[in-house]
Antibody, heavy 125, light 109 residues
């Protein structure tokens, strides 16, 4: 079964750090780019960061750039998000999601087809 | 950065057809993908590309695109379709950033 399982969430004080993990199983992890997506309480989805299959390409949302670091270990089938200088507005459920791409004719289709259940991060004093 | 705009809420009578739209400049370059999210659950991909459904998604879900607007259509809405729906695409700036629409809450009456 294709599965993503996040862990590492919790309560942290403003300015603190947290490292999230996402364990992948049931597919060839090293062949896929991966994403972190978050959802603040009562709010919509926000793309946070993505990393290519070999870690060659890494992208961040402006809201987390310079504070968060995405990484992966293909030997361990794991994705990570190191979160530093945390703020109250980083409080959210954090999901990891598999990034898939198809070439159809002249167009690339990009989509996130596998999602974990999420891990909750609360930043509060 | 790019933005995707969705109507905050839409309602549909049981068994009727509803269209949920998503507008943004990036949609001129990229097809949208659509996600359904029910309370307390992770998002689920329902449509991607020109009009592609993942395995297990009912064929009452379909997608279309024109210019800067992508649409998700549910033909014959069911009670279980009541959920939040989000569109997503790549940022059109060429920076490969991801972007989600603000979401549309669908109520099935």
């Amino acid at each position: 079964e294709v599965q993503l399982v996040e862990s590492g969430g919790g309560l942290v004080k403003p300015g603190g750090s947290l490292r999230l993990s996402c364990a992948a199983s049931g597919f060839t992890f090293s062949s896929y780019s991966m994403n972190w997506v978050r959802q603040a309480p009562g709010k919509g989805l926000e793309w946070v960061s993505s990393i290519s299959s070999s870690s060659s390409y890494i992208y961040y949302a402006d809201s987390v750039k310079g504070r968060f670091t995405i990484s992966r270990d293909n030997a361990k089938n794991s994705l990570y998000l190191q979160m530093n200088s945390l703020r109250a507005e980083d409080t959210a459920v954090y999901y990891c999601a598999r990034d898939s791409m198809e070439l159809r004719g002249y167009y690339y289709y990009y989509y996130m087809d596998v999602w974990g259940k999420g891990t909750t991060v609360t930043v509060s004093s | 950065s790019s933005e995707l705009t969705q109507d905050p809420a839409v309602s549909v009578a049981l068994g009727q057809t509803v269209r949920i739209t998503c507008q943004g400049d990036s949609l001129r370059s990229y097809y949208a993908s659509w996600y359904q999210q029910k309370p307390g659950q992770a998002p689920v991909l329902v449509i991607y590309g020109k009009n592609n459904r993942p395995s297990g998604i009912p064929d009452r879900f379909s997608g279309s695109s024109s210019g800067n607007t992508a649409s998700l259509t549910i033909t014959g809405a069911q009670a279980e379709d009541e959920a939040d729906y989000y569109c997503n695409s790549r940022d059109s700036s060429g920076n490969h950033l991801g972007v989600f629409g603000g979401g549309t809450k669908l109520t099935v009456l």
